[in-house]
Structure formats: structure tokens, C-alpha cells
């Protein structure tokens, strides 16, 4: 039955920032981390990457400083299983990360570090090596992140981005602004497929990933932008966040983000 009261958002976090790091890195710096996992409820070895993600995610010394995203991708849904969480979309945000990094092939689970680096998701020793690096680098631009209610089954995501110097290595192209939803708590009951008999959980799932707008990519340039989503009224609101990053489009570098999480107060 379709709720309709209205709810209300309390704004947990709107800038990526904290304090604390990774086990065993104390003296990790607080630059934001956006890590992009590549994954499939069809693919047997994922479940342990998926569960790597979670943990990055919940850790609370690195609230607000690891962003996680789940992108599951559609290319095993013809293995046994179809992913109820799969979209091309997300496949081919996975090529071009592919092409970008010289690879022949694509492969789950993978997980990219903002966009400049990539390993095996379920290989959590060279994750961390990778999120204590990534920690270290402080980026070229700033982004601040609002939400705000549209009504009980919309969201709006106000986002300002300034490129306080222009990045290293970039194309000097416009930057791309990208805001992504997502949901977390999600269980599903798998039949078939190599994950056949097994209950899996993802956090992070990507619903909705829209580009708000280009940043040009020059130090002091700034960008206003929004963005609106539809919400279904079986997503627990509470279980809903929303990461923006601002990328680079031809290397597909991460030169800043923001994550901002709500709550409903009745």
C-alpha cells in the first residue's frame, strides 16, 4: 500500500569530509573516495566484494570520506539469474573504464578508486592499499551537497561545485557533474544461477545515476546545479543517499565529491 504522508529529510552528511582512516593507515589523509564496485547477484564470486563494500561503507572512521556506489552490471543475466538491481547503463560505465584503462575485457568484481585506479573487489588488502592512497590525495575541487523533500515520493538534490585548481593529467575538457542515488539493506532471495539457494545483501545500489551539469575546468569556475528523483514507495527512505562527483570525461578521473544521507522523522 502506497504511503503518502509526507516525510521530512535530515541532512546527515553534505560535505565529504571526517576524521579517522582504513586499518592500519592513522595517518590516512580526508580526501573524499568514490569507489565504484562492478557487480552481479550472477556471479558467484561477488558476494565477498559486495560484503568488502558494505563494511568500507559502515566503517565509521571513514564516514564521509569513502563513498561507495554498487553498479551491477547486466552482461550475466543470461547465466541463469537476472539481477533485479542490473542495467546496460552500468555495463557500459564499465567499458569505458575499461578503455580508458587500456583493458581488452570487463569483469566482476571490480571495483574503481575515483575513477583512476582498479582492482579485484573482493581482494581487500590491495582495497585498502588503494582507499589509504586515494585518502592522501587532496582534490582539485570542493563540492557541497542539500537535499531536499519534493513531496512523499520525490527528492531533490541541490549540489555547488567550485574547481579550486585546474586537476593534473586532466583532458581540459568540462568537468562532468554526476549525482547519483542509492539504496542500501536490500535482500534478495537468489534461485538460480551460480548464486543459486543463497540470500544476498548489497548496500549501495545504484537507482539513479543523472548528469546535473559541466564544470569548466579552470581554477575558480563554479556550478550551481540540481537534480529531481522519483522515489518508489517501497524504498525506505531512510535507506536512500545520494553521492556527486564531479569526473573528468575522457580520463574518467573523480576530482571531488559529496555524500548526503536522510532520514524520516514522522
Not at 27 to 37: N, Q, R, S
Not at 67 to 96: C, K, M
Amino acid at each position: 500500500m502506497r504511503d503518502l504522508r509526507p516525510f521530512a529529510l535530515l541532512l546527515l552528511s553534505g560535505l565529504a569530509c571526517g576524521a579517522g582512516a582504513p586499518a592500519g593507515a592513522d595517518d590516512a589523509g580526508t580526501a573524499p573516495v568514490v569507489l565504484e564496485l562492478f557487480t552481479s547477484q550472477g556471479c558467484s564470486s561477488c558476494p565477498a566484494a559486495d560484503r568488502l563494500l558494505t563494511r568500507l561503507g559502515s566503517d565509521p572512521k571513514l564516514a564521509n570520506r569513502v563513498l561507495p556506489l554498487a553498479f551491477h552490471v547486466d552482461y550475466w543475466n543470461h547465466i541463469g539469474w537476472t539481477d533485479p538491481f542490473s542495467s546496460r547503463r552500468w555495463s557500459e560505465r564499465q567499458r569505458r573504464y575499461a578503455r580508458v584503462f587500456g583493458a581488452d575485457r570487463v569483469y566482476t568484481p571490480q571495483l574503481v578508486v575515483n575513477g583512476t585506479r582498479e582492482a579485484v573487489g573482493s581482494k581487500e588488502e590491495e582495497v585498502q592499499r588503494l582507499v589509504r592512497e586515494a585518502l592522501e590525495r587532496e582534490p582539485p575541487a570542493a563540492v557541497h551537497l542539500q537535499l531536499s523533500a519534493g513531496g512523499p515520493d520525490a527528492l531533490r538534490a541541490e549540489v555547488t561545485a567550485r574547481l579550486e585548481r585546474p586537476p593534473a593529467g586532466g583532458s581540459g575538457k568540462a568537468l562532468e557533474l554526476l549525482v547519483a542515488l542509492y539504496q542500501k539493506d536490500l535482500t534478495t532471495a537468489v534461485p538460480r544461477g551460480e548464486n543459486s539457494g543463497r540470500k544476498l545483501e548489497n548496500d549501495y545500489v545504484v537507482r539513479y545515476l543523472e548528469r546535473a551539469g559541466k564544470l569548466p575546468a579552470k581554477a575558480g569556475a563554479e556550478l550551481d546545479a540540481g537534480v529531481s528523483f522519483e522515489l518508489e514507495p517501497d524504498w525506505r527512505r531512510a535507506d536512500l543517499g545520494v553521492v556527486a562527483f564531479v569526473q573528468d570525461p575522457e580520463t574518467l578521473a573523480i576530482h571531488g565529491a559529496a555524500r548526503a544521507t536522510l532520514e524520516i522523522i514522522e
